[in-house]
């Protein structure tokens, strides 16, 4: 199993609210990246082999700020794989 990372994006948007609205704007969002690999070689197209990546937690407040957070994270963590990084 893939270890699971928490991602936490409220320290310059909302950290000067007080608790309780902050968990009115915040939620909490999985997703876990995933490649196709044709043979040893990442692939666009959909394929019978699927390399799993880490399961990512992110704390923001939207799935559109969600998803950019974690492309940025995988396409920093694995650069080699930039671009062919699908969410799950």
Partial sequence: MK???TIDDT???????PYFLRKIFLKTYRNQ??????G???SLL???TVKWLEEIIVITTSQK???KI????FN????EYKNYVQLF
């Fill in 76 to 79: 920093e963590t694995y650069p």
């Fill in 3 to 5: 270890k699971e990372v």
């Fill in 40 to 42: 040893n070689n990442p």
């Fill in 11 to 17: 320290k310059n948007r909302v950290r000067h609210l």
């Fill in 46 to 48: 959909p394929s019978s």
């Fill in 33 to 38: 990246g995933l490649m196709y690999m044709d």
């Fill in 65 to 67: 700020r969600a998803n």
């Fill in 70 to 73: 974690l492309f940025k994270y």
